[in-house]
């Protein structure tokens, strides 16, 4: 590999934390098409370039969201009833992604993904927040809404919070109980979608080297390294600069890059 990609994928990790601790939105998001791009220049085959940006991103938010997780831990801010439905179902909805996703092809994939991105855009733009539910949360309502949190989210590459954050909103919990909630369900969401992308890539052929399945491991390496300080000098910049004119910022480069993964 390059030396150059030893700086771009550290850099990527950065701007990847950075906007999710400033938005509170996961860093997959940014990671998915920064590593299509980057894949590309790296003459990667283009088959396998979907299914290897969304398999190293979700590798790479299993360090990251250990590490918010933990954070959000020790502040008493998980509820670990809600996160012990939640994870039963997105286990299940986790496998079932990975299935789906190693039947997909990588346009298919592609084009999923800059669907969501402009539905997340659309979101943050407009600044849609769900209202409250009228009962309280119960298990018969968790376990699907983790499958299908899960499917998705392995299916995209992402932690899940920006799924399980509005439902967690509308089942009534406190912002900062559903923001750490979603941490820690993410860990899950990850761990799992990166068992799956390892196992569905296992024989496919053309991959680049230092690859398992389809996660490629130096970029993972790469990503981690700064993505923890960007996320924590997000959270802090959050609180200081004109966060609605950033927000709608970056909703237009989120429509922007979603119509062009759409063309």
Do not use: N
Request: hydrophobic letters at 60%.
């Amino acid at each position: 590999m390059s030396p150059l990609f030893w700086l771009i994928y550290p850099l990527t990790g950065a701007l990847a934390g950075l906007l999710a601790g400033l938005f509170g939105l996961g860093g997959g998001l940014v990671m998915v098409p920064a590593l299509l791009w980057i894949f590309d220049l790296q003459g990667f085959a283009p088959a396998h370039l979907m299914h290897l940006a969304v398999g190293t991103s979700l590798a790479a938010i299993v360090f990251t969201g250990t590490a918010s997780a933990q954070a959000h831990l020790r502040r008493g801010a998980v509820d670990m009833r809600l996160a012990g439905w939640l994870t039963l179902g997105i286990l299940l909805g986790a496998a079932l992604g990975s299935v789906l996703a190693g039947r997909l092809e990588g346009e298919t994939l592609r084009a999923l993904f800059g669907g969501f991105l402009i539905l997340v855009a659309t979101k943050l733009a407009l600044e849609l927040q769900p209202g409250t539910a009228v009962t309280a949360p119960r298990p018969l309502l968790l376990l699907p809404a983790g499958g299908g949190i899960g499917a998705l989210s392995v299916l995209l590459g992402i932690g899940g919070g920006t799924l399980t954050v509005p439902l967690l909103l509308w089942l009534g919990a406190a912002m900062t109980t559903a923001v750490g909630t979603a941490a820690a369900c993410g860990v899950p969401i990850a761990l799992a979608g990166t068992l799956g992308f390892v196992l569905i890539g296992r024989d496919a052929a053309g991959l680049p080297p230092a690859s398992l399945g389809y996660v490629y491991w130096p970029a993972v390496l790469g990503l981690v390294l700064l993505s923890i300080p960007g996320a924590r000098l997000g959270a802090v910049l959050a609180h200081r600069l004109p966060a609605r004119r950033l927000r709608r910022l970056f909703a237009l480069v989120l429509i922007l890059v979603g119509v062009h993964m759409l063309s």
